[in-house]
């Protein structure tokens, strides 16, 4: 009799931690939301990434990109960062990333960059963080995805709909530039 109490006692708990977890993700604690998407490509190839989001509540927190590229051994490469990424580019053989903070947690946690950019390049295998400066003028235009999910739940965002996107004047609200990388402008200051 006593073990089977102490069964049911576990099983009570196993169910209610479950409820729980459901509420969590109900509320959208830990949800992701993943994506393919066309990218075009400053040599004016059109490539196909992944991108997956992580959100608690309605807010994002983590991103990541994922993509094989034949000039760097055609493997998955993966870059992860509590950012959101609006370049992702090839320049002069060297692969980038340009991400901005989501919110300013995510500024206070990037060490509050002026301007508000963060850049990486891919070397020996693994992603640098590099000074602003680095980043390549040629490569300033945005061409991610811009929204913090693609539009109507797609699973695929093509450029075209990216092409509309970047036709709105009135994107993301932050008041800072989005469509393409402007070295005076802080998130500090909207």
Do not use: C
């Amino acid at each position: 009799m006593k073990y089977t109490k102490r069964a049911l006692g576990l099983l009570v708990l196993i169910l209610i931690m479950g409820t729980g977890m459901n509420a969590f993700g109900f509320l959208g604690f830990g949800n992701t939301l993943t994506w393919q998407e066309e990218v075009k490509l400053l040599d004016g190839r059109v490539i196909t990434v992944t991108q997956k989001r992580r959100y608690e509540g309605k807010v994002p927190r983590e991103s990541w990109l994922t993509f094989k590229l034949a000039e760097f051994g055609n493997q998955e490469i993966t870059w992860h960062e509590n950012l959101s990424p609006h370049v992702f580019n090839v320049h002069k053989g060297k692969l980038y990333v340009v991400g901005m903070p989501f919110t300013e947690r995510e500024f206070r946690q990037y060490g509050r960059p002026k301007p508000s950019y963060l850049g990486y390049r891919y070397e020996a295998g693994k992603w640098q963080l590099i000074p602003f400066k680095e980043i390549p003028e040629a490569i300033y235009d945005t061409n991610l995805l811009i929204a913090n999910g693609p539009p109507n739940g797609a699973k695929v965002v093509s450029f075209a709909i990216k092409a509309e996107e970047l036709k709105d004047d009135s994107l993301g609200g932050l008041g800072g530039p989005l469509k393409r990388i402007d070295p005076k402008w802080n998130l500090l200051n909207y």
